[in-house]
C-alpha cells in the first residue's frame, strides 16, 4: 500500500519552496501525492496562484477556503478559525499518514493545529528559525511543538529544535529546499528575463520585497514611504516590486507601490506572483536586493547578490555576507546602504561566498525520510528531549 503524504501549501513563495518535493512525492510509485491549497492560492487579490499548482501537473485534492479579504487583527485570527475547520474535513476525507508543512504562517499554525487530534505525524520544513520582529517567531515555535518530523536548513537551526525538546534523531539537517530550484531550473538568460517583465533593456535592476512588521502596530505606511523615497537616489536603477503576502499591514504596503509606480511608471513595476523561474532569474542578474524578506537571505546568497536587509523582520536568522542590516527603516539610513552595496568593494568581497543554508540537493532528501522513517507509536507519543 502506498504511504500517502499530504503537503499544505498557502501561497506563491511557499509553493516554490515545497515544489522539488511535490514532484519527486508525485513521482515516486511508493508514495501517493494529497495536494492541500488554502489562503493566498484562491485569492483573486494574490493572483489565484493555484492556477500554477494545475498547470504544473499537480492534482489537488483539497481546497481550504480561509483567507477573508481584510488584513486586520480579527480579520487574520478569523481566518485561522475557518482554516482549522477546513483542515478538520480535509484531514478526515484524506486520512493522510503524513501530513507535511513549511514555515511559519497563520495558515500553516491551523493545518498543524488541525492535525493533532487525528493523530497523524507532521514533517515541519524550515523550523528552528528565528523572525524576533513578526507574529512568525510564535507560529514557527508553537508548530515545531505540533510536528514530530523537523527538516532544518541549517545546523544552528537544528540545535534550536532539539534544545525546544524535541528527539535528535527525528531532527534532519538538510537544507534549505527552496535552493533547489537554483540549480534544477533553467534560468532565464538577462535579455529573455527583460522580455518576460518587459523591462527597459537599458537599466540595471533592482528588486524591492518588503513586508509588514507583524509585532509593530501601524508602522507599515511610514516605513513604506522612507523605503520608496530612498529608493528615488537611485535613478539609473529600474525597481521590481514583489508585493507583500495576506499580513496584517500588507495591504498599505500594496497601496503605497502602486501610488509609486503610478506616479513614477518609468522607475519601475510590481508584481503580484513571479513565479520561481523568473523571480530567481531577477535575482541572478538584479544588482541588488532591498526590503525585509527571507529571500534576501536564503536564495540571494547563490547569486553573490547584495542585500539591504531594512529593520528587524529578518533579526536573529543566519545570515551571509552578502546582507547588510539596517536597524531602522529611515530613508537616510536606506540609502547609505545601498550606496553601500553598490559598492565595487562590497560587490568584489562577496565572490566566491558560500551560502550558509545549503547546496540546492535537500527536496531528494525529504522525500526518501518520508518514504522510509517507520511511522510507529513512539513518533506520535513524543517524548521531552531534555539537553543537559
Same mark, same amino acid.
Given at each position: 500500500?502506498?504511504?500517502?503524504?499530504?503537503?499544505?501549501?498557502?501561497?506563491?513563495?511557499?509553493?516554490?519552496?515545497?515544489?522539488?518535493? /511535490?514532484?519527486?512525492?508525485?513521482?515516486?510509485?511508493?508514495?501517493?501525492?494529497?495536494?492541500?491549497?488554502? @489562503?493566498?492560492?484562491?485569492?483573486?487579490?494574490?493572483?489565484?496562484?493555484?492556477?500554477?499548482?494545475?498547470?504544473?501537473?499537480?492534482?489537488?485534492?483539497?481546497?481550504?477556503?480561509?483567507?477573508?479579504?481584510?488584513?486586520?487583527?480579527?480579520?487574520?485570527?478569523?481566518?485561522?478559525?475557518?482554516?482549522?475547520?477546513?483542515?478538520?474535513?480535509?484531514?478526515?476525507?484524506?486520512?493522510?499518514?503524513?501530513?507535511?508543512?513549511?514555515?511559519?504562517?497563520?495558515?500553516?499554525?491551523? *493545518? *498543524?493545529?488541525?492535525?493533532?487530534?487525528?493523530? #497523524?505525524? =507532521?514533517?515541519?520544513?524550515?523550523?528552528?528559525?528565528?523572525?524576533?520582529?513578526?507574529?512568525? !517567531?510564535? /507560529?514557527?515555535?508553537?508548530?515545531?511543538?505540533?510536528?514530530?518530523?523537523?527538516?532544518?536548513?541549517?545546523?544552528?537551526?537544528?540545535?534550536?529544535?532539539?534544545?525546544?525538546?524535541?528527539?535528535?534523531?527525528?531532527?534532519?539537517?538538510?537544507?534549505?529546499?527552496?535552493?533547489?530550484?537554483?540549480?534544477?531550473?533553467?534560468?532565464?538568460?538577462?535579455?529573455?528575463?527583460?522580455?518576460?517583465?518587459?523591462?527597459?533593456?537599458?537599466?540595471?535592476?533592482?528588486?524591492?520585497?518588503?513586508?509588514?512588521?507583524?509585532?509593530?502596530?501601524?508602522?507599515?505606511?511610514?516605513?513604506?514611504?522612507?523605503?520608496?523615497?530612498?529608493?528615488?537616489?537611485?535613478?539609473?536603477?529600474?525597481?521590481?516590486?514583489?508585493?507583500?503576502?495576506?499580513?496584517?499591514?500588507?495591504?498599505?504596503?500594496?497601496?503605497?507601490?502602486?501610488?509609486?509606480?503610478?506616479?513614477?511608471?518609468?522607475?519601475?513595476? *510590481?508584481?503580484?506572483?513571479?513565479?520561481?523561474?523568473?523571480?530567481?532569474?531577477?535575482?541572478?542578474?538584479?544588482?541588488?536586493?532591498?526590503?525585509?524578506?527571507?529571500?534576501?537571505?536564503? !536564495?540571494?546568497?547563490?547569486?553573490?547578490?547584495?542585500?539591504?536587509?531594512?529593520?528587524?523582520?529578518?533579526?536573529?536568522?543566519?545570515?551571509?555576507?552578502? #546582507?547588510?542590516? #539596517?536597524?531602522?527603516?529611515?530613508?537616510?539610513?536606506?540609502?547609505?546602504?545601498? @550606496?553601500?552595496?553598490?559598492?565595487?568593494?562590497?560587490?568584489?568581497?562577496?565572490?566566491?561566498?558560500?551560502?550558509?543554508?545549503?547546496?540546492?540537493?535537500?527536496?531528494?532528501?525529504? =522525500?526518501?525520510?518520508?518514504?522510509? /522513517?517507520?511511522?510507529?507509536?513512539?513518533?506520535?507519543?513524543?517524548?521531552?528531549?531534555?539537553?543537559?
Amino acid at each position: 500500500m502506498k504511504r500517502k503524504i499530504c503537503i499544505v501549501t498557502g501561497s506563491r513563495a511557499e509553493y516554490g519552496l515545497l515544489y522539488w518535493i /511535490i514532484k519527486g512525492i508525485h513521482e515516486n510509485p511508493e508514495l501517493e501525492l494529497q495536494l492541500i491549497v488554502t @489562503g493566498m492560492h484562491l485569492s483573486p487579490e494574490f493572483g489565484l496562484t493555484f492556477r500554477e499548482i494545475e498547470k504544473d501537473g499537480f492534482p489537488i485534492s483539497e481546497r481550504v477556503e480561509m483567507l477573508l479579504s481584510s488584513d486586520s487583527e480579527t480579520a487574520v485570527t478569523t481566518s485561522m478559525g475557518l482554516g482549522m475547520i477546513g483542515f478538520a474535513k480535509a484531514y478526515e476525507r484524506l486520512r493522510p499518514d503524513i501530513i507535511v508543512i513549511l514555515g511559519d504562517r497563520f495558515e500553516i499554525l491551523s *493545518a *498543524a493545529a488541525s492535525a493533532v487530534p487525528f493523530r #497523524v505525524p =507532521v514533517a515541519h520544513i524550515h523550523g528552528g528559525e528565528a523572525t524576533e520582529g513578526l507574529i512568525d !517567531e510564535p /507560529i514557527r515555535h508553537a508548530i515545531t511543538k505540533m510536528s514530530h518530523i523537523h527538516f532544518s536548513a541549517t545546523e544552528k537551526y537544528k540545535s534550536r529544535i532539539i534544545q525546544m525538546g524535541e528527539r535528535p534523531e527525528n531532527v534532519f539537517c538538510y537544507g534549505a529546499p527552496g535552493l533547489d530550484n537554483i540549480y534544477k531550473l533553467p534560468l532565464l538568460n538577462k535579455r529573455e528575463l527583460l522580455n518576460e517583465l518587459c523591462i527597459p533593456e537599458d537599466k540595471k535592476i533592482g528588486v524591492v520585497t518588503y513586508h509588514p512588521v507583524t509585532l509593530e502596530k501601524d508602522t507599515a505606511e511610514s516605513q513604506m514611504s522612507d523605503l520608496l523615497a530612498s529608493l528615488k537616489g537611485f535613478s539609473d536603477i529600474y525597481w521590481i516590486f514583489t508585493l507583500p503576502n495576506a499580513d496584517t499591514g500588507g495591504r498599505i504596503i500594496i497601496k503605497k507601490i502602486k501610488d509609486f509606480i503610478n506616479k513614477n511608471p518609468e522607475r519601475g513595476k *510590481a508584481f503580484a506572483s513571479l513565479g520561481q523561474l523568473k523571480y530567481l532569474s531577477l535575482l541572478k542578474h538584479a544588482i541588488v536586493m532591498v526590503g525585509n524578506s527571507s529571500s534576501g537571505l536564503t !536564495e540571494a546568497p547563490s547569486f553573490e547578490l547584495p542585500v539591504v536587509n531594512i529593520s528587524d523582520r529578518q533579526r536573529g536568522r543566519v545570515r551571509a555576507q552578502n #546582507v547588510i542590516d #539596517v536597524p531602522e527603516c529611515k530613508k537616510n539610513l536606506i540609502k547609505s546602504a545601498i @550606496g553601500r552595496a553598490l559598492s565595487p568593494e562590497f560587490k568584489g568581497s562577496l565572490i566566491g561566498m558560500r551560502n550558509p543554508y545549503g547546496e540546492g540537493n535537500s527536496s531528494d532528501r525529504i =522525500v526518501e525520510k518520508l518514504r522510509t /522513517i517507520p511511522l510507529d507509536e513512539s513518533l506520535i507519543k513524543k517524548e521531552f528531549h531534555e539537553v543537559l
